[in-house]
Structures are given as C-alpha cells and as structure tokens.
C-alpha cells in the first residue's frame, strides 16, 4: 500500500467573453483584489475597508442614505432582504409583474407572509403607472410597491420616477431591483425618492457573482425598527445584519471577506471611470449593437422607447433554431449570449454589454459571430453589414465628440 495520494485534476476554466445577461467579465483588478490575503471579519484593516465599501456604495446609489450595505448572497438574496425586511404578516404589497425578476418579487412577498396584487404587463412591456396608480386607490394602506428597474429577463427599462411619486403620495414604500442597472444606467435613489434598492455584484459592477449591495432611506428604516413580527429570516434580518455593518460590530455571521475587497475594487473602478462617461460608454456600445443586428435584420423584441441600454434582447428570427446558434457563439468565438426564459425561451436572445464586458471589439466580436452561425444555418446576411452598421454608431459618435 502506497500512502501517496491519488493525482486529482486541477480546475481548468475557458477564457469566455460573457455577453449574457450576467455574470459579465470581472476587471483584473479586481480578481487581483480577490487574491490579497484573508483577514479576519472583525479585524480593524477589514472594518476600514467595509466602511469604504458602504462609502462607495453610497456614491454608486447617489444618495446620502446611511444605511448602504453588501448583503451576502447574490441579487436574490438582495431581493428577499429588500422585501422580507420591510414587509410583515398581513401587509398588501403591489408588485409589477412584466417579466421573471417581477415574478420572483411576487413569489418572495408571498413567502414572507404579505398579499401580493400583481399588477401585470406582457413580457416586453413596461408596467403602466396608472394601472399602479388604480391599485393603489383599491387597496387602502399598501405597505410597498416593488419594481425591477432593468427586467433581465425581456430588455425592458421601467421609468422609476412616476411611480415613485405614486409611493409617497399614499405613504408607501418603494423597493426597487436595480440588480442588472446599477453600473450601467443612471439609478438616481434620492433624486427619484427610492426607498430601498438592492442590486447584485456580477452585472454591471463586473465583480464575480456573491455580493447584493443594498441601501434603504429614512422612511424605510423607521418601517423596519416598527416592526411588531420578527423578520421572517434569520440570515437576512437587516437590524442583525446593520448591527455587524454600522458602528456596534456584533458579530452576525462571517462576511464573504474577500468578496467584499472584490466589491470595493469593483465600485471604485466605477467611480475612477465616472458615472457619467460609464453610463454613456454603456449607452454608445448598445446603440452600434442595436445597429449591428438591426442591419442583418434582427429585430428587437422589448418596446421602443423602454430598451436596457446594455442588455438588448432580440427575436430569433424564424427557422432559426435558438440554441444551435448560442452552441456555436461559445463553441467558435468563445462568446456567451444569454436566451430567452419562461413564455421567451427559444424565442429572443438577450445580448448583454454589462461593465467591463461593454467594448467595442466585443460588439464587433458577437456581431461577426453571430453573422457567421445565422449564415450557417441558412438565413443570408449580407456580409459585413453587421459590422459597417456598428462602425458607423462609433465615427458618427467621434464626429460628434471631435
Ligand atoms: C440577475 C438578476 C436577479 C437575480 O440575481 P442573482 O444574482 O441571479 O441571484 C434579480 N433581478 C434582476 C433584474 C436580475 O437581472
């Protein structure tokens, strides 16, 4: 018998481009951040840099809220913390439903004991903030209403201000998904009057999948410390978990130490690029994208007007079949898009351009492969039309610019 131990293969992972709807390609930096050394959760190096987290977090959210914090979990679990929080037995909530994020607001509330009323718009479609406006008059004394900024799951771009507006006019909280905007588009939280927002670590923040950052105002802390139930999850219990994050330190549970490093080199990447010219990089690259496909006849399948910037989700068109081409995107060009979920699955393709992933040799790289598989399968696309549509987004916007 030989006490030597079996040869176990080490982990051997390809280098993807990732045009999904998430994770997007984390920044060197910050997987450099991931590697420095491992300190303990209440070690004072380690609280320094919690603090700058909650810092930057506030800046990222524009907003002066004191309560800004990383939920450990991914954006689900930002999403159960937002609403498990603030929701107690018995409370009405209204939740827009036009997509599978909405969906999962509506499943969670019933979870934590409240009384969903949906209100619905078809996948693609922005929610109608009159039709929030009439539930609001039908239910006396609504808790909350919660949306999805950016809904992943069809391209769609919820404007959050109006219903806002409707929030504080019938004192009801807002609770808002901003897990794939945040990053990527302006989420203004004081400006627009956003009561809590929760997003997530791997889309337009480009830092690896396990962190949701989180902040929540005045009116919402004030529901929270009047609460007359324990919160229904003991790993999300916000007054614990705010008790670890603010001044006190008690210990909760062990925070995803290097994860946070992760999210603080994310965030001031953000920073250091500026919210602005992030936002119209975002916008610039998804603009020569939408032209790409529009040139090989693509055509867009949230409504005009209500597109996520980064994420475009377009009709596979007929004949077409949906996952030999994203087989071949992955398989030939090392590209990953994302495919439709639920009644879209099969049907669209979701294209995304999320934080370090949204570059100009990334739109030309997924249109040329794309062109390349619909060819393959027979559709014709003349060639090179693709790329001359993007390239002609870029000079016109270097026009502009010199
Ligand atoms: C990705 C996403 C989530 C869920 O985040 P996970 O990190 O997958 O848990 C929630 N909401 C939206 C809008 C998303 O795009």
């Avoid at 996948?123 to 949306?147: K, M, T």
Wanted: aromatic letters at 6%.
């Amino acid at each position: 018998m030989t006490t030597a131990g079996e040869p176990v293969p080490g982990l051997d992972l390809p280098q993807r481009t990732l045009l999904g709807p998430g994770p997007s390609n984390v920044h060197p930096r910050v997987l450099r951040a991931l590697s420095l050394p491992c300190v303990g959760h209440l070690d004072p190096a380690f609280l320094e840099v919690m603090n700058g987290t909650a810092a930057l977090l506030r800046r990222v959210f524009e907003t002066r809220n004191r309560l800004a914090m990383a939920v450990s979990g991914t954006g689900s679990a930002g999403m159960e913390a937002a609403l498990v929080n603030f929701i107690e037995p018995g409370d009405t909530v209204i939740v827009g439903v036009n997509g599978l994020f909405g969906e999962r607001m509506a499943d969670i509330v019933e979870r934590a004991g409240g009384r969903p009323v949906r209100i619905e718009a078809p996948w693609g479609e922005p929610l109608d903030p009159d039709d929030v406006a009439r539930a609001l008059a039908a239910n006396p004394g609504v808790r909350a209403v919660a949306a999805v900024h950016a809904e992943t799951s069809t391209g769609v771009l919820q404007p959050l201000e109006p219903l806002a507006r409707l929030c504080r006019e019938h004192e009801a909280l807002f609770i808002v998904d901003a897990v794939t905007s945040l990053g990527g588009t302006e989420v203004k939280v004081d400006e627009w009057g956003l009561d809590v927002v929760y997003s997530g670590a791997q889309k337009c923040l480009s830092c690896p999948p396990g962190l949701a950052p989180l902040t929540a105002g005045d009116r919402a802390v004030e529901v929270l410390l009047g609460r007359k139930t324990k919160v229904r999850s003991w790993y999300l219990d916000l007054p614990m978990v705010i008790s670890y994050w603010g001044a006190e330190r008690f210990y909760h549970h062990t925070a995803p130490v290097n994860m946070i490093y992760a999210l603080y080199e994310a965030l001031r990447l953000v920073l250091e690029e500026g919210l602005e010219a992030r936002f119209a990089r975002h916008r610039l690259n998804g603009r020569a994208l939408l032209a790409g496909v529009a040139a090989m006849g693509l055509e867009p399948f949230a409504r005009e007007g209500y597109r996520i910037p980064m994420l475009l989700s377009v009709k596979v068109p007929e004949g077409v079949d949906d996952l030999t081409v994203r087989r071949e995107l992955l398989a030939r060009a090392n590209v990953e898009i994302g495919g439709g979920l639920g009644p879209t699955r099969g049907r669209i393709w979701r294209i995304g351009l999320l934080g370090h992933s949204s570059r100009r040799e990334n739109v030309l790289l997924v249109l040329a492969a794309l062109e390349a598989a619909l060819n393959r399968q027979g559709r014709r696309v003349e060639p090179g039309a693709a790329l001359a549509a993007a390239e002609a987004v870029y000079a016109a916007a270097a026009g502009a610019a010199g």
